[in-house]
T-cell receptor
Framework: GENVEQHPSTLSVQEGDSAVIKCTYSDSASNYFPWYKQELGKRPQLIIDIRSNVGEKKDQRIAVTLNKTAKHFSLHITETQPEDSAVYFCAASDPWGTGNQFYFGTGTSLTVIP | DSGVTQTPKHLITATGQRVTLRCSPRSGDLSVYWYQQSLDQGLQFLIQYYNGEERAKGNILERFSAQQFPDLHSELNLSSLELGDSALYFC????????????FGEGSRLTVL
């Protein structure tokens, strides 16, 4: 099965600085890479995703990059704000394959210091 | 509101007991996933169903079982409960022919005393 590794496990940044979270995956069949944000005591929610035919995707202050050759993808948050404080999970999947499994990374706890 | 409904929201029980967690997916979603999240831990994939059939199994203990019914709701049965089973259990659903996005329910928090 797929193995997704995520780093760092914790990250503290000053408000206004950038934050970068990195993930690697093992299964070359994975072609869909979503990022989920989980605020304290709440459910994970999708914030951005990227498919394997795209190298980069942006949505306002967040962006995701994908390097298929190296099997790694990253989340970039610019101009961080206190409300960005949460746990972020990356995932790798082949949603159109037979397994349709989502393998999540171990999560990164981001703290934005005002 | 994600459209995924989980019941109960909270459950307290004793070791050795058996509980059933219920999940109703979003209307139209055929896939249901179960995840376990222990304190300060990640999302451990347990099992996935697609249109009533088991599609994939993760790190699900033999004491745990699940099924998806014809109306597409799913139940996760946890038996012979141990203290270590205390966790937040999430159900998520997706529509395979759509974007692949998982929609999570609010979770069922299980406390085993």
């Amino acid at each position: 099965g797929e193995n997704v590794e995520q780093h760092p496990s914790t990250l503290s940044v000053q408000e206004g600085d950038s934050a970068v979270i990195k993930c690697t995956y093992s299964d070359s069949a994975s072609n869909y890479f979503p990022w989920y944000k989980q605020e304290l005591g709440k459910r994970p929610q999708l914030i951005i995703d990227i498919r394997s035919n795209v190298g980069e995707k942006k949505d306002q202050r967040i962006a995701v990059t994908l390097n298929k050759t190296a099997k790694h993808f990253s989340l970039h948050i610019t101009e961080t704000q206190p409300e960005d404080s949460a746990v972020y999970f990356c995932a790798a999947s082949d949603p159109w394959g037979t397994g349709n499994q989502f393998y999540f990374g171990t999560g990164t706890s981001l703290t934005v210091i005002p | 509101d994600s459209g995924v409904t989980q019941t109960p929201k909270h459950l307290i029980t004793a070791t050795g007991q058996r509980v059933t967690l219920r999940c109703s997916p979003r209307s139209g979603d055929l896939s249901v996933y179960w995840y376990q999240q222990s304190l300060d831990q990640g999302l451990q994939f347990l099992i996935q169903y697609y249109n009533g059939e088991e599609r994939a199994k993760g790190n699900i203990l033999e004491r745990f079982s699940a099924q998806q019914f014809p109306d597409l709701h799913s139940e996760l049965n946890l038996s012979s409960l141990e203290l270590g089973d205390s966790a937040l259990y999430f159900c998520a659903s997706s529509q395979r022919s759509n974007t692949g996005e998982l929609f999570f329910g609010e979770g069922s928090r299980l406390t085993v005393l």
